[in-house]
């Protein structure tokens, strides 16, 4: 079957540096998609990769190792507002939307 | 760019009615808008794919007689959730993709739209 896995809940301190890290088993490999989730909200893009390597937008950063089936998400500088759910999905062959359970980060001060 | 909307934002109804939520892609055209719904502290689960003048695709386990999806042009998506029931109760997002040029290979997102059925 198909599976996204990354952990439930990390926490971290204010303008501290956390890894989200994102392992998947997928059925095919068409990109992968980090999402923001704010409580009560719907998810809003943060990154796409789809080759192997680091792409940067400003404090976040997203790593992809397609042969491992691994990605990150790399928060720098965190501030209060960071404090969401972050969500990982992974495109497979079909082009369909796999995705993670999401991981809440609880940011302190 | 790339702003997607959705009518109504949150909505009560009692058990039996039937509820029409709209999913608008404002600034960019979507042959493929998605359908899905998210349950308290559980991930998003696609319930259907809308594609512009023909038929959804359901999801496995999603009843297409009850989950009424419509796609009228290439900006406009609806859902009409019919006889609703309590246990309809929940948020339910579409998002909707570019159909060609920047950004077609992302997914935007609506801000969702909470049901409670009474």
């Known amino acids: 079957g198909q599976n996204i896995d990354q952990p439930t809940e990390m926490t971290a301190t204010e303008g501290a540096i956390v890894q989200i890290n994102c392992t998947y088993q997928t059925s095919g490999f068409n990109g992968l998609f980090w999402y923001q989730q704010h409580a009560g909200e719907a998810p809003t893009f943060l990154s796409y990769?789809?080759l192997d390597g680091l792409e940067e937008k400003g404090r976040f950063s997203s790593f992809l190792s397609r042969s491992k089936g691994y990605s990150y998400l790399l928060l720098k500088e965190l501030q209060m507002k960071d404090s969401a759910s972050y969500l990982c999905?992974?495109?497979?062959?079909?082009?369909?939307?796999?995705w993670g359970a999401g991981t809440k980060l609880i940011i302190k001060p | 760019g790339a702003v997607v909307s959705q009518h109504p934002s949150w909505v009560i109804c009692k058990s039996g009615t039937s509820v029409k939520i709209e999913c608008r892609s404002l600034?960019?055209?979507?042959?493929?808008m998605f359908w899905y719904r998210q349950f308290p502290k559980q991930s998003l689960m696609l319930m259907a794919t809308?594609?512009?003048?023909?038929?959804?695709?359901?999801e496995q386990g999603v009843e297409k007689d009850k989950f009424l999806i419509n796609h009228a042009s290439l900006t406009l998506s609806t859902l009409t959730v019919t006889s609703a029931h309590p246990e309809d109760s929940s948020f339910y997002i579409c998002?909707?993709?570019?159909?060609?040029?920047?950004?077609?290979?992302?997914?935007?997102f609506g801000p969702g739209t909470r049901l409670t059925v009474l």
């Open positions: 998002s909707a993709s570019p159909t060609s040029g920047r950004g077609s290979d992302t997914q935007y």
């Open positions: 990769n789809v």
């Open positions: 600034d960019f055209q979507a042959t493929t």
């Open positions: 999905a992974v495109r497979d062959s079909n082009y369909q939307l796999i």
């Open positions: 809308s594609n512009e003048g023909s038929k959804a695709t359901y």
